[in-house]
């Protein structure tokens, strides 16, 4: 089974500040993890992934994410926060075994709502 | 390059009527999946298609709702004799189905309100 979880259900950082949405996963095998980012009454728009490789990776909107193994971490980061960032994130996670079983459900965290204040 | 499409976009049933949601995938997309969303909650999966098949619907329940993706046209979603339980957001998302990797992009979904 693989599971997500989001600790925070919100976020406050004031613009500028760097910010962090933290996100920790259960998986058998290794995962793949992936992170949304969700407007008002809008659809998940795509940020970034993991599949393998640099722990480190960069998405959209500069944002990045870092890949932490020995955690079982992966935390959405991005240096200076804007106005604009302020939404609804989603972490998710397939386990790369349940390829093999032609499944391919994303698992979704619970969500976390950042909040950056002028 | 038009996004994965989904209408409608807002849908009032009463208990017991029927509900259809319909999804276009991304062009050159042929796999489809199907999330529900509750109120203040995460995506929850409910059914993996490709063309004419069903992958898999580990996530359905097993009464009141299937789901179909034809040949041709679009990818369908159906609730029978609804309940005030159904009311939530449901979204699709598509993918190109070349890779086990790749991302899904999702829609910007139906919400279902369920009088």
């Known amino acids: 089974a693989q599971s997500v979880a989001q600790p925070e259900d919100q976020v406050n950082v004031a613009e500028g500040n760097p910010l962090t949405v933290k996100c920790t996963y259960s998986?058998?095998?290794?995962?793949?993890l992936f992170w949304y980012v969700q407007y008002p009454n809008r659809g998940l728009q795509f940020l970034l992934k993991y599949i393998t490789g640099d722990n480190l990776v960069k998405g959209s909107y500069g944002f990045e994410a870092e890949f932490n193994k020995s955690q079982t971490s992966f935390h959405l980061k991005k240096p200076s926060a804007l106005v604009s960032d302020s939404a609804l994130y989603f972490c998710a996670v397939r386990d790369f075994r349940s390829m093999d079983t032609g499944r391919r459900a994303l698992t979704f965290g619970s969500g976390t709502r950042l909040q950056v204040q002028p | 390059n038009a996004g994965v499409m989904q209408n409608p976009r807002h849908l009032v049933r009463r208990r017991g009527q029927e509900a259809r949601l319909r999804c276009s995938p991304m062009?050159?997309?042929?796999?489809v999946y199907w999330y529900r969303q509750l109120p203040e909650e995460g995506l929850k999966f409910m059914v993996y298609l490709q063309k004419e098949n069903i992958i898999d619907e580990s996530g359905m329940p097993k009464e009141r709702f299937s789901a179909e993706f034809p040949k041709e046209g679009p990818s369908i979603l159906r609730i029978q004799q609804v309940v005030r339980g159904d009311s939530a957001a449901y979204f699709c998302?598509?993918?190109?189905?070349?890779?086990?990797?790749?991302?899904?992009?999702f829609g910007p979904g139906t919400r279902l309100l369920v009088l």
């Open positions: 062009k050159g997309h042929s796999h």
């Open positions: 998986v058998s095998g290794n995962p793949y």
């Open positions: 998302a598509s993918s190109p189905g070349h890779s086990p990797q790749e991302t899904q992009y």
